[in-house]
């Protein structure tokens, strides 16, 4: 290759400093980079403001309109003029700290970063006889401002956001994709703040709607449904904390709906930290680990924490959209959380969860893959209608009854969906209630939801019609897993692991139950079928299906000196 063939050296540019609309268009990337981020400045802007109401309204995938309205105490003709400029904030005194904002966190320049990205329409009365109405477009310009008529409160409308960034634009996903985050963003606040009434309405159809009466349980009626607000367990409690420096107190307060009723996916646990939902993995696990045992294995609670700190003890603002904080202490919040959880739940219904003690120690050990399969293996007995004991040679095996009949479930499920799935028809028709985020699942994938057994028709903003569901085995799946296949499907980093975790899913809900009393026939055909199975040693889960006493260790236990005939 010669010189000539070789690119030329860019002409160097020299430094220079950024004009203020492309600055303004850099800050407003940092806050906002989809509809959802606008729809949660907006409330926490109306909570600030002391709204006892907000009303949100999105038109398609939310770029198209978003209209947030509130009853808050809205703002003068000066102080509208100034929200939507730059640099400006009525959440701080004259030289007070960032960090000692008692509001929902310190954005000063929220309005103006929407501005600079939108159409940006402020309609706002603080109780005078005349309200004030300020459109900003696409910048830090000045604004127009009039006089208009409105009530005391405030309303904003966002109109074609991200019009001038088409980049930004097209990194967005679905529509149904981007509602569903604008869904789950307003649901958060609904359920941590019951004390607010709170909708969202989508193309002109009410999607759900909370009464703000205070009520943890009247909030997951409106997001959820009746079964699950009828088993939702209240709590509010104080726990003293010793902060270092002097004793402090936790106040918390939520919901916990009991373990009969679970999903899949963790992100049905909500918890707040001074009025803030925040996605904290601390305080997320705190919650799982105060159901304690209570929990089948891999299934997630639908809970509600409301955690209020002493003052000082909170940093909203070290995360980039505010969805984290920083904790003083996060060790005793933590446990404060797990303790308000567990009180919770040991006023509820506990049945079935006593812990089995068997005294035996680590001399319990899953058997290993090397064993042979279970074909010389004798059933002797049911433990509690939750264990099968068995006899092989001179060894006491004891088997989960559920574990075994859901990994039989398992590979027989995914063996079928090679082929033709089984399935049962459901007559009439079941009606089921999804989260926004889960019908737009179900929207998207119905033809692989189709090929499990699933025949769905939707039936409104979040509600599916279910004509058929999975029946493996001919155990008939119950309606409502088609929540728990959504919320599988969702969670899958790929397709294929998305697909597999549906199979785990569907296999448990047709299988043995805690209780459930076996004839030694069909305890004898389900020890035969396990030992069948490519794994029998796991269910798909990863629990032991079978467990081994060995001999020795009973001669121990009882004291014996000899042989079992001894």
């Known amino acids: 290759m010669n010189d000539d063939s070789a690119d030329p050296v860019p002409e160097r540019r020299p430094v220079r400093r ?20 606008v729809v949660v400045e907006l409330i926490e802007n109306a909570l600030d403001a002391g709204a006892t109401r907000v009303d949100v309204a999105v038109a398609g995938d939310g770029t198209d309109r978003i209209r947030v309205s509130d009853d808050g105490r809205g703002m003068s003709r000066r102080d509208a003029e100034l929200a939507v400029e730059r640099h400006t904030t009525s959440k701080l005194a004259p030289g007070e700290s960032v960090s000692a904002a008692e509001t929902l966190g310190f954005r000063g320049e929220a309005l103006a970063s929407v501005a600079t990205v939108a159409r940006l329409e402020l309609r706002t009365n603080d109780g005078g006889p005349q309200g004030t109405r300020v459109v900003a477009e696409y910048g830090p310009g000045a604004a127009r401002t009039e006089p208009v008529g409105r009530g005391r409160g405030t309303t904003v409308t966002v ?6 960034t088409p980049a930004r634009r097209e990194s967005l996903g679905t529509s149904r994709t981007e509602f569903a985050r604008v869904s789950d963003a307003v649901s958060r606040y609904a359920l941590v703040r019951p004390d607010v009434a709170l909708s969202l309405t989508h193309d002109g159809s009410e999607v ?3 009464p703000g009466t205070g009520g ?7 997001v959820y449904d009746r079964e699950i607000a009828g088993r939702a367990v209240e709590f509010d409690s104080v726990q003293g904390v010793d902060s270092g420096g002097g004793d402090a107190e936790l106040a918390l307060s939520g919901a916990v709906v009991q373990p009969s009723i679970t999903r899949a996916r963790r992100d049905h646990s909500y918890v707040a930290v001074d009025g803030r939902p925040v996605d904290n993995e601390r305080l997320g696990r705190a919650v799982v680990e105060g159901y304690g045992d209570l929990l089948p294995d891999d299934r997630a609670p639908i809970a509600v924490v409301s955690v209020s700190t002493p003052d000082s003890w909170v940093d909203h603002n070290v995360h980039p959209r505010k969805r984290d904080v920083r904790l003083r202490a996060p060790d005793d919040v933590e446990r404060a959380v797990e303790s308000a959880v567990s009180d919770a739940l040991s006023t509820a219904d506990r049945r079935g969860a006593d812990d089995l003690s068997m005294a035996l120690d680590d001399s319990l050990e899953p058997l290993s893959d090397a064993e042979s399969a279970f074909d010389e293996v004798a059933v002797i007995g049911q433990f509690r209608g939750l264990y099968l004991l068995c006899e092989r040679e001179d060894d006491l095996l004891v088997v989960d009854q559920h574990a075994a009949h859901e990994r039989v479930n398992y590979e027989r499920l995914r063996e079928a969906v090679a082929g033709e799935t089984p399935t049962s028809p459901i007559d009439p028709p079941a009606r089921v209630e ?11 994938s119905s033809d692989e939801l189709a090929a499990l057994g699933y025949d769905l028709d939707p039936f409104g903003e979040t ?28 969670d899958g980093s790929t397709p294929e692991v998305g697909r597999d975790d549906l199979l785990k899913d569907l296999a448990c ?28 040693y796991a269910c798909p889960h990863g629990r032991p299906t079978v467990l081994t006493v060995e001999e020795e260790t009973l001669v121990r236990g009882f004291g014996r000196r000899g042989t079992r005939m001894g």
């Open 463 to 490: 509600t599916v019609r279910v004509r058929s569901v999975p029946a493996p085995m001919g155990r008939v799946a119950a309606p409502e897993s088609v929540r728990d296949a959504a919320d599988a499907i969702r």
């Open 509 to 536: 809900h047709p299988s043995l139950k805690a209780g459930d009393e076996l004839s030694d026939e069909r305890a004898a055909a389900l020890l035969e079928r396990l030992g069948a199975c490519e794994n029998p």
């Open 159 to 164: 109109r074609d956001l991200f019009a001038e």
């Open 208 to 210: 759900f709607a909370t």
């Open 434 to 444: 999804l989260t926004p985020a889960q019908f737009a699942t179900v929207q998207a």
């Open 216 to 222: 943890y349980d009247d909030a997951l009626l409106g």
């Open 18 to 37: 950024l004009d203020d609309a492309t600055v303004a268009s850099v800050a407003a990337g940092e806050v906002i980079t989809r509809p959802a981020d």
